[in-house]
């Protein structure tokens, strides 16, 4: 095994406090004698570090003084809350650089996205510091004589908070950032895949909240499988929101036990995302917009461009220019700034790209480019692959966690949209045009039913600013700006009366 001299990234993994055996429970203190885990980067295939998951009864400890710690958090005051989350987004300033390596490192995206992660953290943590002055309720005007009806916004309670390997980080704290000035605690349960990621942001959680005088139990910790400790999440009515990220049957299973004890939940499934591209539009903004869209995070953004929707007129010249950039995908070590695209999660995500191309082929698929496992340390490279594909294709349908990107035609918008919406998921789409009808068409009611419908710019790297998520089997959840605040509070409408006497609404009358 390795020790804390020899291992090979140590200069990644010293400065964020990861140790070669790792506890992978917290709640003011750290705890862990489950199974021992280890975690192997994609980028080499070298043992990072190991982690010790949490035992039920660990679990069981940890949410209790989650729970406990939530009833005080509750009681101080939202700015106050907020002045801890200014510290985080600090904090996270300072160790963006040795983050963003640790998010490559562990789950293999380019360096510069994993920067890009742990500014979406930065920047959620900006938002939730002014929220935290501005969690409004409406005042609204009481059909009563001197009456008033108001609404206020109340902490929910402990927000169980299970993410995926993609954005190994930047899903916490999309949640994190939100609950911790609404008064929530929070119990992350990362992906199994990228524990040591959720370790250094906790340490860093840790030290803020110690700082501040709060008990460091309201960003608690708990790592283990999905199977036992994502269920006991899932099941137990001390976790008020359950907020879940990953595939759409992750979800329906997590869907079923938070509701069946009418828990909360937020969920962020799979996302099917296609650009139209018109013949009114830019094909340079286009082929730009489109290559990172697919290539980005090796495709293994819910965000991803899955679908490429061309108008017939241009198809030709588009795929072929598209076809161009994709022979310039440098690929390989992820932390190299001169690639463009590092290796999938694990050689199992390998496999699954290479069958479905298999599958799609069957289908009537053709191979343009790409779509080959490459001979590289690790062994989780493969090479982008784009596919001349049609809508009728079952696999199209399907969202194919990785870099394959379906090539379709279309003659009329109307047709476009009709293929764009044709697939169960809904979280992201894009048009690519100049003419204002087209996109006005494409963003109404009769245009992109998804939960992000851009203009002249690709599906995925949305801003924190905007509610992010989608509809259909994406799940509905909203997570980040906007308003999506709201799912971490409990609404409270109140009537007030000061006429001195008693009146029912709706008129009622009683004769006593
Ligand atoms: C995800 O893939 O789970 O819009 C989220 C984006 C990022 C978020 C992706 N801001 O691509």
Same mark, same amino acid.
């Given at each position: 095994?390795?020790?804390?001299?020899?291992?090979?990234?140590?200069?990644?993994?010293?400065?964020l406090g990861i140790?070669?055996?790792n506890?992978? #429970?917290f709640? &003011?203190?750290w705890?862990?004698?489950?199974?021992?885990?280890?975690?192997?980067?994609?980028?080499?295939?070298?043992?990072?570090?190991?982690?010790? @998951?949490?035992?039920?009864?660990? !679990?069981?400890?940890?949410?209790?003084?989650? *729970?406990?710690?939530?009833?005080?958090?509750?009681?101080?005051?939202?700015?106050?809350? #907020?002045?801890?989350?200014?510290?985080?987004?600090?904090?996270?300033?300072?160790h963006?650089?040795?983050?963003?390596?640790?998010?490559?490192?562990?789950?293999?995206?380019?360096?510069?996205? &994993?920067?890009?992660?742990?500014?979406?953290?930065?920047?959620?943590?900006?938002? $939730?510091?002014?929220?935290?002055?501005?969690?409004?309720?409406?005042?609204?005007?009481?059909?009563?004589?001197?009456?008033?009806?108001?609404?206020?916004?109340?902490?929910?309670?402990?927000?169980?908070?299970?993410?995926?390997? @993609? !954005?190994?980080?930047?899903?916490? +704290?999309?949640?994190?950032?939100? $609950?911790?000035?609404?008064?929530?605690?929070?119990?992350?349960?990362?992906?199994?895949?990228?524990?040591?990621?959720a370790l250094a942001v906790t340490r860093i959680a840790q030290r803020?909240?110690?700082?501040?005088? !709060?008990?460091p139990?309201?960003c608690?910790l708990?790592?283990?499988?999905?199977?036992?400790?994502?269920?006991?999440?899932?099941?137990?009515?001390?976790?008020?929101?359950?907020?879940?990220?990953?595939?759409?049957?992750?979800?329906?299973?997590?869907?079923?036990?938070?509701? %069946?004890?009418?828990?909360?939940?937020?969920? %962020?499934?799979?996302? @099917?995302?296609?650009?139209?591209?018109?013949?009114?539009?830019?094909?340079?903004?286009?082929?730009? $917009?489109?290559?990172?869209?697919?290539?980005?995070?090796?495709?293994?953004?819910?965000?991803?461009?899955?679908?490429?929707?061309? *108008?017939? +007129?241009?198809?030709?010249?588009?795929?072929?220019?598209?076809?161009?950039?994709?022979?310039?995908?440098?690929?390989?070590?992820?932390?190299?700034?001169?690639?463009?695209?590092?290796?999938?999660?694990?050689? %199992? $995500?390998?496999?699954?790209?290479?069958?479905?191309?298999?599958?799609?082929?069957?289908?009537?698929?053709?191979?343009?480019? &790409?779509?080959?496992?490459?001979?590289?340390?690790?062994?989780?490279?493969?090479?982008?692959?784009?596919?001349?594909?049609?809508?009728?294709?079952?696999?199209?349908?399907?969202?194919? !966690?990785?870099?394959?990107?379906?090539?379709?035609?279309?003659?009329?918008?109307?047709?476009?949209?009709?293929?764009?919406?044709?697939?169960?998921?809904?979280?992201?789409?894009?048009?690519?045009?100049?003419?204002?009808?087209?996109?006005?068409?494409?963003?109404?009611?009769?245009?992109?039913?998804?939960?992000?419908?851009?203009?002249?710019?690709?599906?995925?790297?949305?801003?924190?600013? #905007?509610?992010?998520?989608?509809?259909?089997?994406?799940?509905?959840?909203?997570?980040?700006?906007?308003?999506?605040?709201?799912?971490?509070?409990?609404?409270?409408?109140?009537?007030? @009366?000061?006429?001195?006497?008693?009146?029912?609404?709706? &008129?009622?009358?009683?004769?006593?």
């Amino acid at each position: 095994m390795a020790t804390m001299t020899d291992r090979k990234h140590e200069d990644v993994l010293r400065p964020l406090g990861i140790e070669a055996r790792n506890l992978g #429970g917290f709640a &003011g203190e750290w705890m862990g004698s489950g199974k021992v885990q280890p975690v192997i980067s994609p980028v080499d295939g070298e043992e990072l570090a190991t982690v010790v @998951n949490v035992t039920k009864d660990e !679990f069981d400890a940890i949410l209790g003084r989650c *729970h406990e710690a939530w009833k005080s958090w509750r009681l101080v005051p939202a700015p106050k809350r #907020g002045e801890v989350v200014k510290d985080l987004g600090n904090e996270l300033r300072e160790h963006k650089e040795a983050l963003g390596r640790l998010v490559s490192l562990e789950m293999g995206k380019c360096l510069r996205e &994993g920067l890009g992660e742990v500014q979406e953290m930065i920047d959620i943590c900006d938002f $939730a510091v002014g929220l935290s002055r501005q969690l409004y309720g409406l005042t609204m005007p009481s059909e009563r004589r001197r009456h008033r009806l108001q609404e206020q916004w109340h902490p929910l309670g402990v927000v169980g908070v299970i993410t995926a390997f @993609n !954005f190994p980080v930047a899903v916490w +704290s999309w949640n994190a950032a939100l $609950a911790l000035v609404c008064g929530d605690t929070l119990l992350w349960k990362p992906s199994s895949k990228t524990p040591l990621t959720a370790l250094a942001v906790t340490r860093i959680a840790q030290r803020v909240l110690a700082r501040h005088g !709060f008990d460091p139990a309201i960003c608690s910790l708990s790592i283990g499988r999905g199977s036992d400790i994502g269920d006991l999440i899932n099941t137990d009515p001390r976790v008020a929101l359950v907020s879940y990220t990953g595939s759409v049957p992750g979800g329906r299973h997590v869907g079923k036990l938070v509701q %069946e004890r009418f828990g909360r939940l937020i969920l %962020e499934l799979g996302g @099917n995302n296609a650009v139209i591209v018109s013949d009114k539009g830019d094909l340079d903004i286009a082929l730009r $917009a489109i290559y990172f869209g697919a290539i980005g995070t090796s495709g293994q953004r819910c965000t991803s461009t899955r679908r490429v929707i061309v *108008h017939t +007129s241009v198809y030709e010249a588009f795929v072929a220019q598209l076809t161009a950039l994709y022979a310039k995908t440098t690929l390989g070590d992820p932390l190299d700034p001169a690639n463009l695209m590092g290796p999938l999660v694990d050689q %199992e $995500a390998v496999k699954t790209m290479l069958a479905a191309i298999e599958t799609a082929k069957e289908q009537g698929g053709k191979v343009v480019c &790409g779509g080959e496992k490459v001979d590289l340390p690790g062994g989780c490279y493969v090479t982008p692959c784009l596919m001349e594909a049609n809508s009728e294709m079952p696999i199209v349908a399907e969202e194919t !966690f990785a870099p394959v990107l379906y090539l379709i035609r279309y003659r009329t918008l109307e047709e476009a949209i009709a293929i764009q919406n044709g697939v169960p998921q809904g979280l992201s789409s894009a048009i690519i045009t100049n003419d204002q009808a087209e996109s006005e068409l494409f963003l109404s009611v009769e245009g992109s039913d998804c939960g992000i419908a851009n203009v002249n710019t690709g599906t995925s790297g949305a801003e924190i600013g #905007g509610a992010f998520g989608g509809e259909k089997e994406t799940g509905g959840g909203r997570e980040s700006g906007s308003d999506a605040w709201k799912a971490y509070m409990r609404r409270q409408t109140n009537a007030l @009366n000061f006429s001195g006497g008693i009146e029912l609404a709706q &008129g009622i009358t009683l004769d006593i």
